[in-house]
């Protein structure tokens, strides 16, 4: 109430100052006029009554003032006054503005951008309801091989012995063809328990999600759809719900339809490399000939109400101890690990992300060395403007109030010019941004990052403007206000001080951006020189599932027959894989020729192993 | 005249004018008059900062103003106390009365 009354006055005695202080003046001399009345009642002369009217009421200009600080703009008014002063300046010295602006956009634009990733990736909730009760599961192998995939054995032992999780999921991700329904497409598919998006929290905008009935043998296997596959193929009907569709020859009933956006993509865990577009149930056979031991799963799960991540992990870690015990032939020495969801998704990015907010950091402080440099060299020509102002009786505080305003608004401008870099920025680091940052397609100008921007150019204007203005205001009134403004040896000597330490400053950090710079250069360079041991140039790689029809290997070869000069196919391609996948030892290493001289020499590594799509 | 300026405390000043008010509409004039006669004349505020206080009571809520003509056919600018001037003006009596009263205590103190 208070305040908002002060503030009304303020804005208006900012907007009609004039008639603020006519409204006090009249009060004022309406109160004088009363006195020269009583008096003359008194019995004094008209004459005298006015003079001891006056007399009585002091100096009528000054009460005048003290009113108006009360009921004038106060603080807004002289924020008014030197903003308005500041663009003057600013406008009169278009030289040294326009490249202060520039410097100043190009600091603040490049911390906006990687400030803007930044908060998306690691400050702001992942997309799913109470993400920090979320956690992964893996094994670590002796090896000492960490985020392991599990087995089934290992997962339902894992689920059905812990009592720190609500829930626990296991997935994997796999690769079906799509067929019937126009151009036969290969989907990444991500086969999990019911329980999955139960664990995630998020549930469909079509249809439902899975029960744990979908889990029962003797029906058709159930699926749910991305948007954006829905949107895709399927044009977006609501009818497709119930429908059935064909993936690897078989019938999966669709179900419902996933919110926009929605996934659960760990590229370095994941069998297709690429977010899953569509989800089905992994079934989880027990028994003799169901694939047990193999370990392929991945596991999500969900905390309970009160339990630590630690306490989870330390249960976790017994229960697989035992699992050592009762089966050494296939659990010796391996452990397992907890990760929370943030870690396992940005883990591997958190440190370089923070390392470019702070080599931005170091180039935005290179920027404001290098204004409050230039703000020295225009303050010499200002000298005799600043000593009038403190002659007129203006105080140390006001003078350096003012700079500093003019520092601001100088900084607010390069914020704006740089919110158009940060802009350009972030659309070139979405573009070379690789697949695995997908949620990088997200990443804009909201509000937090307008927050951060706002709050930036602030801290700029003042670090840059700070030192000029303290110096500044410390004229020597004399000296400046001799002719021509000329300032004496020890005024510039000092200025030259301070300006040669910017100098040393900025080069210093400089060399600190440019040798961290070098250095991951050089890593990179030497990572892209490593020897692998075959020749890779015109070599390339990729992936086909085939269906059942495709049994036998002269099959395999002549759907693979491609304008290649000479083709290979693996069961994996070099330099990844499972080891320790079955269907993949039974396929490897058979081998091919195709001659055809137009082709480009290629090698294709297919998966032509495991050919049920459901293992 | 008898001037005690007492040192009057900041919100001293702001009591005084709001005991004034709450005896009736005012203008600046007559409230430096009323708090002169109740005082018996021991008490002028001066013009310079009645105004000053009076604007900052009525930023804070606690009187309303408006223009209106004087009996003797002047303009002049009337001071209310609002309802929440009046609670106020009971604060600061109860808390002076208080002050006052732990003064007194320490005085009579042998």
């Not at chain 1, 006054?81 to 663009?87: H, K, L, N, S």
């Not at chain 1, 007129?392 to 305003?405: F, N």
Request: glycine share 8%.
């Amino acid at each position: 109430m208070k305040w908002l009354n002060i503030l009304r006055d303020r804005i208006r005695a900012l907007r009609q100052r004039e008639t603020v202080i006519t409204d006090i003046d009249r009060e004022m001399r309406l109160h004088i006029e009363m006195q020269v009345d009583a008096n003359i009642r008194a019995g004094m002369s008209p004459i005298e009554a006015r003079e001891k009217a006056m007399r009585s009421f002091g100096n009528l200009n000054r009460a005048v003032d003290a009113a108006y600080d009360v009921k004038g703009g106060g603080i807004f008014e002289t924020l008014a006054q030197d903003i308005r002063y500041g663009v003057r300046m600013l406008a009169k010295h278009k030289a040294f503005t326009s490249i202060a602006i520039i410097t100043l956009a190009l600091g603040i634009g490049a911390n906006t951008a990687i400030f803007s990733v930044v908060n998306d990736l690691l400050l702001r909730p992942l997309p799913y309801r109470d993400a920090d009760r979320i956690t992964t599961v893996w094994e670590v192998s002796p090896q000492g091989r960490h985020q392991n995939s599990t087995s089934r054995a290992n997962f339902r032992a894992w689920h059905d012995q812990n009592s720190s999780f609500q829930n626990m999921a296991a997935f994997s991700d796999q690769r079906l063809n799509l067929t019937g329904t126009g151009e036969p497409e290969e989907l990444s598919v991500q086969f999990t328990t019911p329980e999955f998006f139960k664990i995630l929290g998020v549930d469909a905008i079509l249809g439902r999600t899975f029960l744990p009935e979908d889990d029962k043998g003797g029906q058709s296997p159930v699926a749910v759809l991305s948007y954006g596959l829905w949107q895709r193929r399927f044009g977006g009907q609501a009818s497709l719900v119930g429908d059935t569709i064909t993936l690897n020859d078989e019938k999966f009933t669709v179900i419902g339809v996933m919110p926009p956006n929605f996934q659960f993509h760990i590229k370095q865990r994941s069998g297709t490399g690429r977010p899953a577009e569509l989800w089905t149930i992994l079934p989880m056979p027990v028994g003799p000939g169901a694939n047990e031991r193999g370990r392929f799963l991945g596991t999500v799960a969900r905390l309970k109400d009160g339990v630590s991540m630690d306490q989870a992990a330390a249960e976790l870690r017994t229960i697989h101890a035992r699992l050592s015990d009762q089966e050494p032939q296939f659990n010796k020495n391996y452990t397992n690990e907890v990760l929370p969801l943030r870690e396992q998704f940005f883990g591997n990015v958190r440190r370089p992300l923070w390392l470019m907010l702070g080599a931005v950091g170091f180039v935005l402080l290179i920027a404001c060395a290098n204004v409050a440099n230039l703000l020295l060299s225009l303050a010499t020509s200002r000298e005799k403007e600043i000593a009038v102002r403190a002659v007129l009786g203006a105080r140390r505080l006001r003078i350096v109030r003012q700079l500093l305003t003019e520092s601001l608004v100088l900084a607010l401008l390069g914020s704006l010019l740089g919110l158009g870099f940060a802009w350009l920025g972030i659309k070139a680091l979405v573009a070379i941004s690789p697949r695995d940052l997908v949620s990088l397609q997200s990443v804009g100008l909201n509000l937090t990052v307008l927050g951060w921007t706002l709050g930036v150019s602030m801290l700029t204007g003042i670090i840059f403007g700070l030192a000029p203005a303290l110096h500044i205001s410390r004229l020597n009134l004399n000296d400046s206000l001799k002719d021509g403004g000329k300032s004496e040896a020890s005024q510039a000597s000092g200025s030259r001080r301070l300006r040669n330490a910017l100098v040393v400053f900025e080069i210093a950090l400089a060399v600190v951006l440019l040798a961290s710079a070098g250095l991951l250069i050089r890593s990179f360079l030497r990572l892209q020189q490593v020897d692998r041991g075959f020749n890779t140039d015109n070599v390339l790689t990729m992936v086909v599932r085939l269906p059942d029809r495709y049994r036998e290997d002269p099959q395999v070869i002549k759907f693979l027959q491609p304008g290649a000069r000479t083709s290979t196919a693996l069961a994996d391609s070099p330099l990844r894989g499972h080891g320790q996948f079955p269907a993949a030892v039974r396929r490897s290493g058979f081998e091919y020729r195709l001659q055809d001289p137009r082709a480009a020499r290629a090698a294709a590594g297919t998966r032509a192993g495991n050919r049920r799509a459901r293992c | 005249m008898p001037k005690n300026k007492a040192d009057l405390l900041q919100g001293t000043l702001d009591m005084l004018i709001l005991k004034s008010l709450s005896l009736g509409e005012l203008h600046g004039y007559g409230v430096i008059q009323r708090i002169r006669q109740l005082s018996d004349e021991m008490l002028h505020v001066e013009q310079g900062s009645l105004y000053p206080a009076l604007y900052r009571i009525e930023q804070k809520g606690w009187v309303s103003s408006r223009w209106d003509v004087h009996e003797t056919g002047r303009e002049a600018k009337f001071y209310k106390l609002t309802r929440a001037g009046r609670k106020q003006l009971e604060t600061e009596e109860a808390s002076w009365d208080r002050l006052c009263l732990a003064i007194a205590k320490i005085r009579q103190a042998t």
